[in-house]
Nanobody
Framework: QVQLVESGGGLVQPGGSLRLSCVYS????????MAWYRQTPEKSRELVAT???????AYPDSMKGRFTISRDNTKNTMYLQMNSLKPEDTAVYYC?????????WGQGTQVTVSS
């Protein structure tokens, strides 16, 4: 059974940094691409970053520059380093993977950027 568990969210001041983690389990056979998404009550879920099994990363233009996605396959963990955080980054952040056309999501971790 595939499980994704996010952690690392919290309250941070504008300009601060956070590193989110996503521990994945139950994935066998190959190393799949993964992604971070975020969602607020006002917006639909939006893509933050993706990373292939081999570590190739991609970001939507709106996310380039302040976010860095990475993974450690030996620890079954994916990360999202977020720097220079802004209030508009406030959201629930989810990790995601798609295996054989089925989407898997974690429970999400809340990030709040506020002074």
């Amino acid at each position: 059974q595939v499980q994704l568990v996010e952690s690392g969210g919290g309250l941070v001041q504008p300009g601060g940094s956070l590193r989110l983690s996503c521990v994945y389990s139950g994935i066998i056979g190959r190393i799949y691409s993964m992604a971070w998404y975020r969602q607020t009550p006002e917006k639909s879920r939006e893509l933050v970053a993706t990373i292939s099994g081999g570590g190739t990363t991609a970001y939507p233009d709106s996310m380039k520059g302040r976010f860095t996605i990475s993974r450690d396959n030996t620890k079954n963990t994916m990360y999202l380093q977020m720097n220079s955080l802004k209030p508009e980054d406030t959201a629930v952040y989810y990790c995601n993977t798609n295996i054989e056309f089925r989407n898997y999501w974690g429970q999400g971790t809340q990030v709040t950027v506020s002074s």
